[in-house]
């Protein structure tokens, strides 16, 4: 009986994927490209300068047009200018380039004929290979690199809470360094990687505290606290260099 009701039952809808395109626009007389993004639980246009991309961000919610969101963003156009012209320089994985990782400086040193493909030796990282697939096995090292340290420690931090995340992923985040979903899954930006271990530490806390309080209530900030008591430094620490981690790679 419970069979042939189920098959009559309409399936719970699942709420479209966000959508983007790009447009090339004027902004206080120069053409600039602009993500428009449009996003089904938006409540608010949002303006943000993607740290990757180099490029501003306009979140359009159901209902408003794209000219609309165009004239905030001209409305705006000076903000989103300074906030491009401060953007920290783009630093792309090559060889004898030095980028953060794990609280020291690696330099990049391409050895085409090393033995093993991607691995630390002191101050440098030493990449096997043709030249061509240098930038993706840096950036798979810090990715693989990422998962060691961040799945281990998110399922300890939950355990302290009572908690089991539903699944732990590592991935290119573009904006966010980690978030927490409505059925327990946590998702982390490989980029946490390139801050010191602690910074690491005080996201992964963040979100697991999201598995308790699926908020930012004072409950949650003493949830935070308890996983990693220095939490407060750790967030200005990010709020001063996160846009440049997220111009690396």
């Known amino acids: ?5 189920s098959l009559t039952q309409p399936r719970r809808k699942t709420a479209p994927a966000p959508t983007e395109t790009r447009v090339t626009v004027p902004l206080n007389g120069q053409e600039t490209d ?11 246009l949002k303006l943000q300068v993607d740290g990757k991309l180099g490029l501003p961000v306009l979140t359009l919610p159901p209902g408003v047009t794209e000219a609309e969101g165009l004239s905030f963003l001209n409305r705006n156009a000076g903000w989103t200018q300074k906030r491009m012209q401060t953007l920290p320089e783009k630093v792309t994985f ?14 990049i040193d391409h050895r085409p004929d090393a033995r093993g493909t991607v691995f630390i030796e002191g101050d440098r990282l030493i990449v096997s290979g043709g030249a061509e697939h240098l930038s993706r096995r840096v950036t798979d090292f810090c990715k693989k690199e990422a998962k060691a340290a ?6 300890h931090m939950a355990a302290e809470l009572g908690r089991k995340p539903n699944r732990i992923t590592v991935r290119d985040q573009r904006t966010r360094w980690g978030s927490c979903a409505a059925n327990g899954d946590l998702s982390f930006s490989w980029r946490l990687v390139l801050a010191p271990p602690d910074i690491l530490d005080y996201v992964v806390a963040h979100e697991v505290a999201h598995l308790v309080h699926m908020n930012h209530s004072a409950a949650f900030w003493k949830t ?24 690396i790679g």
């Open 1 to 5: 009986m419970n069979f042939f009701r």
């Open 34 to 44: 602009v993500v428009l993004r449009r996003h089904p639980r938006a409540r608010r």
């Open 94 to 107: 090559a060889p004898d380039v030095i980028f953060p990782f794990r609280g020291q400086d690696l330099k």
């Open 150 to 155: 961040i799945k281990p420690l998110a399922g």
């Open 224 to 247: 935070v606290a308890q996983l990693y008591p220095d939490w407060d430094r750790a967030r200005n620490w990010l709020g001063i260099h996160g846009t440049r981690l997220h111009r």
